[in-house]
């Protein structure tokens, strides 16, 4: 090994992989995709320094390893041929790779190792495809690579033996509970690689992307799903079978199923009785065509159920087969709902899985309460969140009223129509009448039938096809220009600088919208970015003291006693914590770091080109001195900031899941202030 050892080392004693050895070949979809949670899965664990309890770990360099393992070559004659997806030709002789080494105890002699490289947005980064070895040297043994699932059993065994292990019967803890959705989360990515492997129905993921496409966007975007987080695509509660027919990623229609609701029991837009208002638009006039909605009434007909006492209400066809009968078959029985003999309006699942697009189109999307288990929490639909949703859309369309940039470049879904099962005698936070409701989702008709106009969800931007293209390659044809890595920075830019800017304009007014790339999606218009659209309302934060001298009123969200709120925030900097997490952290560095790898364009050159964005984005939304000042502070001259915790949340989640899902902060590098002192 001395020739491998000699290679990997350069005259400061760190360690780079060979360039020449990263070429792809051998590497299938499926070991891609394990990979890819592996890494989000390390990065994770070094964020939130669970690698780092109890002085259990340690970065060390290549020399400080050759001079205490006599067998150390072997080791690193192994990292010397790891696939690096991270690392590129362009990179400076400064961007080497260090190598992290973390014990059991700190006094065991075996070890875990794997490579790590300075990085921006947080302290240390791990090499993508440079794997995880344990190494025993009592044993004499060869290293062996270990994947995400034994990665996390080290773990969980040492930080926590007394959790780890439970009976049957016992109430999950979250150690047990974030291993089965990690465990599920493998299980779930294997189905959905081998059905790209085979004969593949999933357009999204294999054909180009189309800007025009927003289905196949969704489609996309859910191969990535929440950026970062190691069980982000565990749908606990799906079989196989159902995981190919519900998810986005298989790209398969899923056609309604419908229930005769009784119109006292349901709640419906402004929180008020359906009983007690004048008759609105039903969800089959919207969501239905003419002859659809008279094979509803039909069904009605045949059950002697008139439309003066019910209303059809569409459900997700797994929701009414498996958690309809367990959860609500008291009510069911008592005649509180029906169900209809009639299966009828044609969707598509988006990323989200409960939000629904209609195959013909159209501007009205339905969102529908799915029992599954998602990133620790159950994704139904409460008639809280829809009336919080409500009042969040109020509050920015009068945010929209005081800057006219606003009212030009922002759009926002309508969600105001909405019906949620709510008997008189339930309490509005009870769980059972949370799993049947729906929303219709009401996208602006100005931009999807506007020629020139593509919809491009900026979760999208964080993913790219099978076929080794990204949406960017499109983009870039729109406006004439054949793919590049130059075209690719520019639109990187302007997506930036669009985005930040109208982010700002948001926040100096004491309003930050909920805007992860799920929720922001970006308009086009002629191949320039021209608008952003808000969907999803019922997490829009605020700052009260900034939007009451904005002439907003106080939305009044409705909040469930003795708990903790993030909607309401006693700060400023603790408003702009969203745009530093969700806006940055997660949505734009999960575009940065599609279009570094599919690019191959330098990380901090993609950072250099979001710093100068934001820079030229405050100039742009017309801050106030004092905002200007706070906002300079927290994003350049601090330097730390905060940072959304994945895993911590999960592992101190107590009881069964609920509707919300667990959060928490922790603290990193600031990206920028680390840029400069780089």
Known sequence: MKDATTELLTSNGRIRLDQTSRN??????????????????????????????????????????????????????????????????????????????????????SYLLFPVRPAIVQAYRYVTGGGVYEVSPAAQAV???????????????????????????????????LTKLLQLTLEQTGWTCEEQSGTSQVSAGTNPPQLEDLAGLERLAAFRDRPFHPVAKAKGGWSRQDYQRYSAEFGQPITLRWVAVQRRHLLQSGGVRVSETDAPPSPAELLLSVEEQRLLKKAMQ???????????????????????????????????????????????????????????????????????????????????????????QR????????????????????????????????????????????LVRKYPSSLMESDGTALVPMSA??????????????????????????????????????????????????VMPEIHGQNAVLVLKDGHAAGLLLRDHDSVRLYLPWMEENGLADPCYKMKPGYPNSLYNGTPQKLLYYLQTLGIQVNLYSILEAVTEHYGIRESRLWQVMKSSLLQAMELAELSSDVRAIVEQAMFDQPVWPWKNLLKPLLEQEGVPSGSMPSGAGRSVNPFHRLSLN
């Open 395 to 438: 509050l920015l369309e009068q945010a929209k009223e005081r800057d006219p940039v606003l009212r030009d470049q922002l759009s926002l879904c309508d969600e105001t129509c909405w019906w949620a099962y709510l008997p008189e005698s339930a309490d509005y936070f009870d769980d059972p009448p949370r799993h049947l409701s729906a």
């Open 302 to 392: 045949r059950l002697q159920l008139p439309e003066d006492d019910y209303i059809a209400l569409p459900v997700h066809p797994w929701q009414l087969d498996v958690i309809l009968p367990v959860l609500l078959a008291n009510e069911q029985a008592a005649g509180d709902f029906v169900p209809l003999d009639v299966v009828t309006g044609t969707y598509y699942a988006s990323s989200s899985a409960r939000s629904l697009a209609p195959a013909s189109g159209g501007t009205a999307h339905v969102k529908l309460p799915l029992g599954i288990v998602s990133l620790g929490a159950v994704r139904y639909l409460p008639a809280v969140h829809m009336m919080n949703g409500e009042r969040g």
């Open 461 to 510: 931007l964080a993913a790219y096809a099978l076929n080794g293209s990204h949406v960017l390659d499109a983009w870039m044809r729109v406006k004439g220009e054949e793919p590049s890595p130059a075209g690719a920075e520019v639109l990187f830019g302007e997506v930036c600088l669009h985005f930040l800017h109208l982010c700002l304009r948001l926040f100096r007014l004491g």
């Open 143 to 177: 290293p062996v690579r270990i994947g995400a699932m034994e990665v996390w059993s080290r773990i969980t065994g040492a930080l926590y033996p007394v959790n780890a292990g439970q009976t049957e019967g016992e109430t999950e803890n979250g150690v047990t509970r």
């Open 24 to 109: 792809g070949s051998g590497i299938n979809s499926l070991q891609q995709a394990e990979e890819k949670i592996l890494s989000d899965l390390i990065n994770a664990l070094l964020a939130e320094g669970l690698w780092d309890v109890g002085e259990r770990g340690e970065i060390i360099e290549a020399g400080e390893l050759l001079s205490t393992d006599s067998f150390a070559g072997s080791v690193l004659g192994t990292l010397l041929t790891a696939e690096d997806h991270e690392l590129s030709e362009r990179r400076s002789s400064s961007d080497c790779i260090k190598l992290f080494r973390w014990r059991r105890l700190p006094s065991d002699a």
